[in-house]
T-cell receptor
Framework: SQTIHQWPATLVQPVGSPLSLECTVEGTSNPNLYWYRQAAGRGLQLLFYSVGIGQISSEVPQNLSASRPQDRQFILSSKKLLLSDSGFYLC????????????FGPGTRLTVL | GQNIDQPTEMTATEGAIVQINCTYQTSGFNGLFWYQQHAGEAPTFLSYNVLDGLEEKGRFSSFLSRSKGYSYLLLKELQMKDSASYLCAVRGAGAGKSTFGDGTTLTVKP
């Protein structure tokens, strides 16, 4: 089964600073990968998804970007953070099979001050 | 697009049964999923429905009516550890993308 690693677990950054969050996946190859953000008391908002190396689709216009330099590596970045970028960032991987569920990494809690 | 509604909060007593409802409007449907999320943690998968009817997994059951755009999660024999947020998610067409509701925070009291 898949295992998803995310780091760091928590991060406090000043407004205007850059961001790089990394997600790596074990136990599968060529997975669909997703970045979600969760604001306090809210559901998960899909930010980006990727179906393969170098293939990134953005779901909402924002201050963030994503890259997939390797099959099992997914990176979320920003050049200049905004206060509104604060939240709980979750990386997810789609399991195998026609009715596969999504598996989530442990998440990164980002606070922008 | 997708629109998903579920109650914000519910409270129930230990040992009781609770039903969490979810209604959705969707432009494409490839399954409805339920996740449990404890505070500060990532969601974990509970159950899914693709066809109409009831799916049972131990203390948890989930029901789907595609014609009504309606699902519910049923939790039996509630335990204190069931206190968590329960997220309803609809998978649309293409790339396994899912739209999530805002979640229902369940508090189980002794």
């Amino acid at each position: 089964s898949q295992t998803i690693h995310q780091w760091p677990a928590t991060l406090v950054q000043p407004v205007g600073s850059p961001l790089s969050l990394e997600c790596t996946v074990e136990g599968t190859s060529n997975p669909n990968l997703y970045w979600y953000r969760q604001a306090a008391g809210r559901g998960l908002q899909l930010l980006f998804y990727s179906v393969g190396i170098g293939q990134i689709s953005s779901e909402v216009p924002q201050n963030l970007s994503a890259s997939r330099p390797q099959d099992r590596q997914f990176i979320l970045s920003s050049k200049k953070l905004l206060l509104s970028d604060s939240g709980f960032y979750l990386c997810a991987c789609l399991g195998t099979g026609a009715l596969a569920t999504q598996y989530f990494g442990p998440g990164t809690r980002l606070t922008v001050l | 697009g997708q629109n998903i509604d579920q109650p914000t909060e519910m409270t129930a007593t230990e040992g009781a049964i609770v039903q969490i409802n979810c209604t959705y409007q969707t432009s494409g449907f490839n399954g409805l999923f339920w996740y449990q999320q404890h505070a500060g943690e990532a969601p974990t998968f509970l159950s899914y429905n693709v066809l109409d009817g009831l799916e049972e997994k131990g203390r948890f059951s989930s029901f789907l009516s595609r014609s009504k755009g309606y699902s519910y999660l049923l939790l039996k024999e509630l335990q204190m550890k069931d206190s968590a947020s329960y997220l309803c998610a609809v998978r649309g067409a293409g790339a396994g993308k899912s739209t999530f509701g805002d979640g229902t925070t369940l508090t189980v009291k002794p």
